[in-house]
């Protein structure tokens, strides 16, 4: 049903469009007996439970960071059986993001392409949201990813950082700093440890007693991978998520003229599969058993989720597939996971 919709309609509309649509039913899901029902059809089943930073996750499968920016869609997508709801990015000053079009469809690879640039309400607005839910819903695990504001140069971001996080972690589960997505100019500098360390330190100051992870691009050398997974270890963060959108365009089956007229962008989707996989290997091989690793990136189906949890992730993430699999993606892989164990 929702395969014939999306190819028959949602396709004849502008991808972001078809975003903001597809929020106000994600919504709905959220709000009195619609979200008891949906709750009803799509809660994991017990046997998912996952302990991770110190939580109770009802399934170790959860929607990254970018889906729901402004945190107003939670309530809904914990409703249509989601584990955890990773919302922002947020940025300590409100911004538009970059001029549209900045959301672009890859369907014969089942990918995106974006460049939206951290349009986000701001921590502030953020911070007020996540309280009301906190107060409202503290059974919903929520995660809070920070990034950089544009108008911000990259020397002052450090203060930037720390903005956001006295904003949003007092009523986050965890804190996500981001500085791997490719659409803020000089963001992805950050990931150099010399200039990583400093900034990781400060937030954690910051963020207090809020468990702290730090989200990596998946375009770093694999040397570079371990250094940052070692840094985070040194610095007493919580966990790391592997990894961002990419700025690869490699192995991709949609017509190569189409993908260069788009331009400039994070890859998302099927086609990071394999080097996401590759990050998890080499961050799992840098830090202990205990430590905290989300992984992100090509995940489609339930096998594509245990595949990662057997190779070491906490927890596992995903957006892009969402847009092609619809609202019942998340209890289609809860389902599949309980067979598949």
């Not at 170790?60 to 309530?75: C, H, Q, S, W």
Request: glycine share 10%.
């Amino acid at each position: 049903m929702y395969s014939l919709l999306f190819r028959t309609v949602l396709t004849r509309f502008d991808p972001e469009t078809a975003h903001h649509m597809a929020a106000t039913v994600i919504r709905a899901f959220g709000v009195g007996p619609l979200r008891a029902a949906a709750r009803a059809f799509t809660k994991p089943d017990a046997s998912l439970k996952t302990q991770a930073l110190g939580l109770t996750f009802d399934s170790p499968f959860g929607i990254a960071a970018g889906f729901d920016k402004n945190v107003t869609m939670v309530r809904g997508l914990e409703g249509l059986g989601f584990g955890h709801i990773e919302v922002g990015t947020v940025t300590a000053v409100p911004q538009p993001g970059n001029p549209k079009p900045r959301l672009f469809r890859l369907v014969a690879d089942r990918a995106l392409i974006n460049r939206m640039g951290f349009n986000n309400e701001g921590a502030a607005v953020a911070a007020q949201r996540l309280q009301k839910l906190r107060k409202q819903n503290p059974g919903i695990v929520i995660g809070a990813n920070i990034g950089k504001s544009r108008i911000v140069e990259v020397d002052d971001a450090i203060a930037d950082y720390v903005t956001s996080a006295k904003l949003v972690a007092p009523h986050a589960d965890y804190l996500a700093v981001n500085v791997s997505s490719p659409n803020t100019p000089g963001l992805r500098g950050l990931q150099a440890v010399e200039t990583l360390a400093p900034l990781l330190q400060a937030v954690k100051d910051a963020a207090g007693t809020t468990p702290l992870l730090v989200k990596i691009a998946p375009d770093l050398e694999d040397a570079e991978v371990g250094d940052i997974a070692r840094l985070a270890v040194r610095l007493g963060l919580d966990g790391l998520i592997a990894n961002n959108t990419t700025i690869s365009r490699d192995g991709l089956v949609t017509d190569a003229a189409k993908v260069a007229e788009i331009g400039a962008g994070g890859l998302s989707g099927a086609p990071l599969k394999e080097r996401s996989l590759e990050v998890l290997a080499l961050v799992r091989e840098a830090v202990p058993a205990e430590f905290c690793v989300i992984a992100v990136g090509g995940v489609q189906t339930a096998a594509d989720v245990q595949q990662r949890l057997d190779a070491g992730a906490t927890l596992v993430q995903g957006y892009s597939e969402f847009i092609y699999s619809g609202p019942l993606w998340g209890r289609a892989i809860n389902r599949g996971l309980v067979k598949v164990r």
